[in-house]
Antibody
């Protein structure tokens, strides 16, 4: 059974940093690209960042470029999102999702709240 | 990286059909046959309903179908059921091996 379990969310002040993790199981992790998708309270889905199976291709939404860094450790079946210079508008539920051009499995999300 | 355009809401009665449109550009929807659709019930994670424009994952009822014409993709739900009431999001590959873009979402109400 495929499982994606996010962790690392919480309440953080504007300008501070946070690192999210996603632990994957039930599939061959290093065969697939992985992504972070977020959803602000009451809003729609927003793609945040993606990384190919071998970290050779990485992309970011314009809204986070230069502040967020995606990475993965295939030996640990884990995906990460380092979030720096956090802003109030980064407040959202952050999902990790498996897939190349579509996402067939999603985690339950970890909530990030940016507030003073 | 502009979001794909979806209607804010659609509605239909049980048994009827509804279609949700998703309009992008030649750089995303129109440029690739990599459009997917997700269903999201309140408080739940999104669920893949359609991928590669018109393919259905195992377990998704054949009442759900997808299509594309030019820069616009569509999700059609036939034989509406109460449990279909949810938010629906389209998503398209947008190039450079890893970029994707979502639509703003459509709230489906089953009357």
């Amino acid at each position: 059974e495929v499982q994606l379990v996010e962790s690392g969310g919480g309440l953080v002040q504007p300008g501070r940093s946070l690192r999210l993790s996603c632990a994957a199981s039930g599939f061959t992790f290093d065969d697939y690209a992985m992504h972070w998708v977020r959803q602000a309270p009451g809003k729609g889905l927003e793609w945040v960042s993606g990384i190919s199976w071998n970290s050779g291709s990485i992309g970011y939404a314009d809204s986070v470029k230069g502040r967020f860094t995606i990475s993965r450790d295939n030996a640990k079946n884990s995906l990460y999102l380092q979030m720096n210079s956090l802003r109030a508008e980064d407040t959202a539920l952050y999902y990790c999702a498996k897939g190349e051009d579509y996402f067939d499995y999603w985690g339950q999300g970890t909530l990030v709240t940016v507030s003073s | 990286q502009s979001a794909l355009t979806q209607p804010r809401s659609v509605s239909g009665s049980p048994g009827q059909s509804v279609t949700i449109s998703c309009t992008g550009t030649s750089s995303d929807v129109g440029g690739y046959n990599y459009v997917s659709w997700y269903q999201q019930h309140p408080g739940k994670a999104p669920k893949l309903m359609i991928y590669d424009v018109s393919k259905r994952p195992s377990g998704v009822p054949d009442r759900f179908s997808g299509s594309k014409s030019g820069n616009t993709a569509s999700l059609t739900i036939s034989g509406l059921q109460a449990e279909d009431e949810a938010d629906y999001y389209c998503c398209s590959y947008a190039g450079s091996y890893i970029y994707v873009v979502f639509g703003g979402g459509t709230k489906l109400t089953v009357l």
